[in-house]
């Protein structure tokens, strides 16, 4: 019964150090995104991709041993680790609650650094989109090349990005 309950810390030490590794990217990123650096933003976003696929094969390897160690230990199949770490038998009962808390710890920071990057991302492109309705004549009121007092002449439309203009 020790064999699953070792592979479960060891499996959540790897995810542990995965999802670090991506919160210290969203980090980086977030302050790329501060900095407006679009080739650091390129490279960090990069990166995650490589971590977010081994981060989710670690998770889906710790959610089928979950289920594995609750069985060996008598526990309903949606039991997580904190209920295998309450039944199980130490040294893996205090190994397994401290990973889990510092998981949870790590997942809980990248949520929030995750959300900052998402509210950057939307107001760069908020910006960069209202340039181009500046820049395509959508957003004037006043038109610099009218005759005074005159309505000024509907213009062509044109599609720029993903707005007509």
Same mark, same amino acid.
């Given at each position: 019964?020790?064999?699953? !309950?070792?592979? !479960? #810390? =060891? /499996? !959540?030490?790897e995810e542990l150090r995965l999802q670090t590794g991506l919160l210290e990217l969203a980090r980086k990123k977030r $302050? #790329?995104?501060? #900095?407006v $650096? /679009? #080739?650091a933003v390129d490279a960090i976003t990069r990166r995650e991709q490589s971590l977010l696929a081994a981060a989710g094969s670690t998770a889906s390897s710790r959610l089928r041993l979950t289920v594995e160690a =609750?069985?060996?230990l008598a526990l309903p199949p949606e039991s997580g680790v904190t209920a295998i770490a309450a039944r199980a038998e130490e040294p893996h009962a205090s190994r397994l609650a401290g990973l889990a808390k510092e998981l949870k710890d790590v997942l809980r920071e990248l949520s929030r650094v995750t959300h900052s990057c998402r509210v950057l991302t939307e107001e760069s492109l908020g910006f960069v989109k209202r340039f181009f309705r500046i820049l395509g004549g959508a957003d004037q009121t006043q038109p610099g090349y009218s005759r005074r007092g005159a309505p000024p002449a509907p213009g062509p439309a044109r599609l720029l990005i993903d707005e007509v203009v």
């Open positions: 019964m020790n064999a699953p !309950l070792a592979e !479960l #810390a =060891g /499996t !959540l030490a $302050d #790329a995104l501060v #900095a $650096d /679009t #080739a =609750g069985r060996a």
